[in-house]
């Protein structure tokens, strides 16, 4: 894979202030793009830039960091991971080989990594770095939050979803008891370091999953962003609507903006988990799609069927703009916007309609969306508005769940 050469990292005070997302900057340095944010009375920084991993050594405090790291990433990019260890000065630190993917993200894994945290007496002032894809964060973030009851953390994310989603605004998470996520913590990454170049061996089935968050958050909170992933929809399906999902999709790097979409997308993420850093508020948003999203992927695991988080809350934000557009709450031409998008990036915007008894169970099981008055779902106004306390029906789901008649 070929990379730039490390060049002079910036001088301070020479990013230029860009346009505000509520109160966030994205501020540009030459090939670079920048934002900070303050979670929860600390301070997190999002680098995004073909060198942005080898400033890392810009946050490491006192002693060597431990890299807890995704195996397939640590095989893929052998000679990055070298490199970026030879340019952190407090010395090269230990790595640890995290089972790909999902199955990094369970307790035995945790306490694997606790005892490898003993054997090198990390200390209380020492730093996890975390690097792979968004279960590989979870888990380092975990680590990083647990060991000696917090260490500093700096995330390195290798996927197109983990650049745009998981590893911004401080959430971690493990799966146990059968159950995604029911535990975990909120501890902010110090730094995120984001380097598209990670993205050239990125299968073509996780760069849809990461486009489906994309998606949602530019409809949730970008309007313009919006408008430039459908103007050029043509383009993304010349590279992501066909062909073998777990294969990388060559050229697709060079073809379109994937940095400032990137950073685009993380601003709006940045913004919201900024002024809601708890999800009281205005982060709930960024649950659209995600009510039946979730419904749809622990039915799919019950199945034995193959449908990931992305294609999931794509067919969640499929059909909440179409229920929205049909009561005449949302208009119908963002709601046709919306699956037009959707379907160029080859994700799914229907579901084969199934007994409303078990969508029902499953959406009790949704903790994330309910209060005591009962289940809200995240429903679109218009695009960059979302109604927070939406309703929706078991009718309307099961109407708009499959192929609009
Ligand atoms: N903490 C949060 O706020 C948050 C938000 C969204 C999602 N998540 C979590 O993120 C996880 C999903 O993350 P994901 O979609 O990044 O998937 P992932 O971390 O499971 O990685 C997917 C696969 O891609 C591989 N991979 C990673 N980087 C690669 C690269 N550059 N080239 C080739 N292969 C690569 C991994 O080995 C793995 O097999 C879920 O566990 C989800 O719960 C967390
Ligand atoms: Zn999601």
Redesign the pocket.
């Known amino acids: 894979m070929e990379r730039p050469r490390r060049g002079k990292s910036s001088p301070p005070g020479q990013w230029k202030q860009g346009k505000p997302y509520g109160g966030i900057r994205l501020k540009r340095h030459s090939d670079s793009q920048l934002i900070d944010m303050e979670l929860d009375g600390r301070k997190s920084r999002l680098v995004l830039g073909p060198l942005a991993c080898l400033e890392l050594h810009k946050y490491v405090r006192h002693s060597a960091p431990v890299y807890l790291v995704?195996?397939?990433?640590a095989e893929?990019?052998a000679p990055w991971l070298d490199n970026i260890q030879a340019e952190c000065p407090r010395g090269g630190g230990s790595v640890y080989h995290l089972p790909?993917?999902?199955k990094c993200?369970s307790m035995a894994v945790l306490d694997e990594v606790f005892h490898w945290l003993a054997e090198r007496a990390l200390p209380r002032d020492g730093t996890i770095v975390g690097m792979?894809?968004?279960?590989?964060?979870?888990l380092a973030?975990m680590a990083a939050a647990t060991w000696r009851r917090g260490v500093d953390y700096v995330a390195l994310?290798?996927?197109?979803?983990?650049m745009v989603?998981?590893?911004?605004?401080?959430?971690?998470?493990l799966?146990t008891a059968g159950l995604?996520?029911p535990v975990?913590c909120f501890h902010p990454a110090l730094a995120i370091l984001a380097d598209c170049g990670?993205?050239?061996?990125?299968?073509r089935r996780?760069w849809r999953?990461?486009m489906a968050?994309m998606i949602k958050t530019a409809a949730l909170g970008d309007v313009h962003l919006f408008d430039e992933l459908h103007s050029t929809r043509d383009r993304l399906g010349q590279y992501l609507r066909n062909g073998p999902a777990d294969e990388?999709v060559p050229g697709i790097l060079g073809a379109l903006p994937w940095q400032d979409w990137i950073a685009r997308t993380a601003a709006v993420k940045a913004s919201l988990v900024t002024r809601d850093f708890r999800e009281k508020g205005p982060r709930k948003a960024l649950n659209l799609g995600h009510t039946l999203g979730h419904v749809l992927e622990a039915r799919a695991m019950e199945q034995g069927e193959d449908l990931?988080?992305?294609q999931a809350v794509a067919i969640g934000m499929a059909v909440v703009f179409r229920i929205a557009a049909e009561r005449g709450t949302c208009p119908l031409a963002s709601a046709v916007q919306v699956l037009e998008i959707l379907d160029a990036c080859g994700l799914p915007t229907t579901y084969p309609v199934f007994a409303p008894e078990e969508i029902e169970r499953l959406l009790a099981g949704d903790k994330k969306g309910s209060t005591r008055a009962g289940l809200r779902w995240i429903l679109p106004v218009r695009i960059g508005k979302m109604d927070l306390n939406g309703r929706v029906s078991t009718e309307e789901i099961l109407r708009w769940l499959d192929e609009p008649r």
């Open positions: 995704d195996k397939t990433v893929l990019h790909a993917g999902e993200k792979g894809g968004g279960a590989a964060l979870d973030g994310p290798t996927t197109l979803l983990a989603d998981a590893s911004l605004g401080g959430k971690t998470g799966n995604k996520n975990g990670f993205l050239a061996t990125l299968p996780r999953e990461g968050e990388p990931g988080h992305g």
